[in-house]
T-cell receptor
Framework: DAKTTQPTSMDCAEGRAANLPCNHS???????VYWYRQIHSQGPQYIIH???NNETNEMASLIITEDRKSSTLILPHATLRDTAVYYC????????????FGPGTRLSVLP | GAVVSQHPSWVICKSGTSVKIECRSL??????MFWYRQFPKQSLMLMAT?????????EQGVEKDKFLINHASLTLSTLTVTSAHPEDSSFYIC??????????????FGEGSRLTVL
């Protein structure tokens, strides 16, 4: 699986949009971009994933560049409960493939 | 989304004893489950891939005789930490995918089990 690079930490003001970047310059054509987050002492929570089109769901939006070498996760109106470690993962589309977690970005939403 | 449940959520045991952690997919079937370990302030590290009806596949550096994995049904995988020592204290997390999701479907994670070995 391709490796990803994320900033170690970010701060965001409550109510503002949080934009979390991820670089995956060696991504292959059959690899999807997934985002998970982990709140302290809990299991990772799925947020969103995509292949090449931008995606939106009730939690977030995922913007993937045209060359697919980077993406941005957008939390449109961050709340204090969004404080967590956010993981960007690229993974090929086959059943047996696991998810490889990097260090992620520690997002702190500040009041 | 689909639910993966782990039990116990936390356990304290004495050094030398064995501890079993259960991972259940509550509303879907999973032919493959993954076991991760997470030490404080670190990311998740894959320990092994659990396959229903067959032997687990262990990552390099993970002792298969120490971390016994059994995946006896499509909804249950167990991890047994044998002869636990204080260095085995960690947060253990399982995950699973539904067989009906398609190859690009997301992985669902359990709540994690925190093991403390005294």
């Amino acid at each position: 699986d391709a490796k990803t690079t994320q900033p170690t930490s970010m701060d965001c003001a409550e109510g503002r949009a949080a934009n979390l970047p991820c670089n995956h310059s060696t991504i292959s054509g059959n690899e999807y971009v997934y985002w998970y987050r982990q709140i302290h002492s809990q299991g990772p929570q799925y947020i969103i994933h995509g292949l090449k089109n931008n995606e939106t769901n009730e939690m977030a939006s995922l913007i993937i560049t045209e060359d697919r070498k980077s993406s941005t996760l957008i939390l449109p109106h961050a709340t204090l409960r969004d404080t967590a470690v956010y993981y960007c993962i690229v993974r090929a589309d086959n059943y047996g493939q696991n998810f490889v977690f990097g260090p992620g970005t520690r997002l702190s939403v500040l009041p | 989304g689909a639910v993966v449940s782990q039990h116990p959520s936390w356990v304290i045991c004495k050094s030398g004893t064995s501890v079993k952690i259960e991972c259940r997919s509550l509303d879907f079937q999973a032919t493959t489950m993954f076991w991760y370990r997470q030490f404080p302030k670190q990311s998740l590290m894959l320990m092994a891939t659990s396959n229903e009806g067959s032997k687990a596949t262990y990552e390099q550096g993970v002792e298969k005789d120490k971390f016994l994995i059994n995946h006896a049904s499509l909804t249950l995988s167990t991890l047994t930490v044998t002869s636990a020592h204080p260095e085995d204290s960690s947060f253990y997390i399982c995950s699973a995918r539904s067989v009906g999701q398609g190859k690009s479907g997301e992985l669902f994670f359990g709540e994690g089990s925190r093991l403390t070995v005294l």
